[in-house]
């Protein structure tokens, strides 16, 4: 009993210590894309995800040499550790959703979207939106070096490569989300989405525990032998999904900040625009209308087949999330952009006629 009771509530100080990392590191002050809703000043962020990162993956690791904890001790509370992940994420998701007034919506739909847009905490010191994600990312980087030390321990000469790429490419995933913090405040969920069960239950659990599904399903399965061509190929999609990802966010960001440059001095901006508004249709944002959620998707794909157990159908939970998170969003994407921009999208449509998939969707 102790042993669990010590496994639930390790994330609860593992996210204590994240914000008061967060409070304490030196973070650059940038300001934002969304406005507050009542004063409509555009928002200020201090952004620190790396070093915060950083600090405490560091902190893991001398842990871990001076044997004060062992190196898959997270592994092995596992199933406590998500226990108390998913506590925790109730009780801030009830929380945050009954302490601001009603949307109007039904009790259901606002526990589940959300009341609040954009809350801010402490003297607007922490973001909940970007503190979420931060949070999250920590605690699945913890995640996935604990498994992995399970596996190598458990392994040692014989682990497979096929888990090592695994790991390599999620920590590459994560890196780059904290390297580019900056660029996410001009993404999706920092204009439209509210903070509610989906995006609280979801970065304190589902992001740190279930994003990870694909090692608790092999990190105690021997190499499968994967030839290491295939490992190249599985690495080449990440990379690809990572390129169409990775490029659409910067070029919009860029087109956001500064409308005439030329995205990696290539890609020239090509515009619709009724005179006050402007949507984008070169580069990337030529291919498809969302090319960035395809680019999601491959990342995922890559990651998962790079275990080399496609046979094992529960680590197809992870890009299955991003087919059934992404498709939904870009449908009401279309729909607040059709709202916002009228007959300006109806021209940008023709422009560029393809969801998702460039020729085929």
């Known amino acids: 009993m102790t042993d669990f009771i010590m496994g639930f509530f390790a994330p609860w100080l593992i996210y204590a210590l994240i914000l008061a990392l967060h409070l304490l590191i030196p973070a650059r002050k940038i300001v934002g894309y969304v406005r507050n809703v009542q004063t409509k000043e555009l928002l200020r962020y201090r952004l620190n995800g790396l070093p915060v990162m950083i600090a405490v993956l560091g902190l893991w690791a001398i842990l871990g040499s001076l044997n004060l904890v062992s190196w898959d001790w997270l592994y092995y509370h596992r199933w406590s550790g998500l226990a108390g992940a998913c506590t925790l994420g109730l009780i801030f998701s009830g929380a945050v959703v009954f302490s601001a007034p009603s949307t109007g919506r039904s009790i259901l739909a606002d526990l589940f979207f959300g009341r609040l847009e954009n809350p801010q905490f402490l003297s607007h010191r922490v973001d909940a939106k970007m503190f979420l994600y931060l949070a999250g990312a920590t605690m699945l980087a913890l995640n996935l070096a604990s498994f992995l030390s399970y596996h190598l321990l458990t392994f040692s000469a014989n682990s497979s490569p096929g888990i090592i790429l695994y790991c390599c490419l999620f920590f590459w995933f994560l890196f780059d989300y904290m390297v580019f913090e900056h660029v996410h405040l001009y993404t999706y969920d920092l204009i439209a989405e509210r903070v509610g069960f989906k995006l609280g239950w979801g970065c304190l659990t589902f992001y740190p525990y279930v994003y990870a599904v694909g090692l608790w399903a092999t990190a105690g399965l021997p190499d499968p032998k994967t030839p290491s061509l295939l490992l190249a190929l599985y690495g080449c999609i990440f990379f690809a999904g990572w390129i169409l990802a990775r490029g659409a966010n910067m070029q919009k960001y860029l087109f956001k900040i500064r409308p005439k440059a030329s995205f990696l001095g290539i890609f020239a901006p090509k515009v619709v625009t009724n005179g006050k508004q402007s949507l984008l249709y070169s580069g990337f944002w030529g291919v498809s209308r969302h090319v960035n959620y395809l680019g999601e998707i491959l990342m995922a794909t890559g990651i998962t087949l790079s275990l080399g157990w496609p046979g094992v159908l529960v680590v197809w939970l992870y890009p299955l999330y991003y087919v059934f998170l992404?498709?939904?969003?870009?449908?009401?994407?279309?729909?607040?952009?059709?709202?916002?921009?009228?007959?300006?999208?109806d021209e940008y449509v023709r422009h560029v006629p393809k969801r998702i998939i460039p020729g085929v969707y």
Request: aromatic share 16%; hydrophobic share 35%; glycine share 4%.
């Open 326 to 345: 992404l498709f939904p969003r870009e449908h009401a994407d279309e729909r607040r952009c059709a709202a916002k921009y009228g007959p300006l999208w």
